[in-house]
């Protein structure tokens, strides 16, 4: 059964850096395609991060360029290595898996069939 846990969120100041971690109990390589999604109160879930499932990852605008996420297939775990955090950035961050999604809908929510417990990101300024 495929299930996903998030660890790795903390708090930290404006232009610090933290390293998410996303473990799943089988490879996802040509399997899976792997997300990090985003959600602060009263707002609905972005996607801020997609890998296909080849290991291709694109970003949403709001962190290109200072969000990275990769795929360790030797030790089944999807990171997002987040650089130059704002107080914006601040939200509970999920991994999510689907067995496929293209373009625009990698970061839509309902694509997703398996998601992790969520853990806590919070940027102070």
């Known amino acids: 059964q495929m299930q996903l846990v998030a660890s790795g969120g903390g708090s930290v100041r404006a232009g610090g850096s933290l390293r998410l971690s996303c473990g799943t109990p089988?490879?996802?390589?040509?399997?899976?395609?792997m997300a990090w999604f985003r959600q602060v109160p009263g707002k609905e879930r972005e996607g801020v991060a997609s890998i296909s499932s080849t290991g291709s990852p694109i970003y949403a605008d709001s962190v290109k360029g200072r969000f990275t996420a990769r795929q360790d297939y030797a030790v089944n775990t999807l990171y997002l290595q987040m650089n130059s955090l704002k107080p914006e950035d601040t939200a509970m961050y999920y991994c999510a898996a689907s067995p496929y999604c293209s373009g625009a809908t990698c970061f839509r929510e309902r694509v997703y069939t398996v998601w992790g417990q969520g853990t806590q990101v919070t940027v102070s300024s």
């Open positions: 089988v490879s996802t390589y040509g399997r899976y395609y």
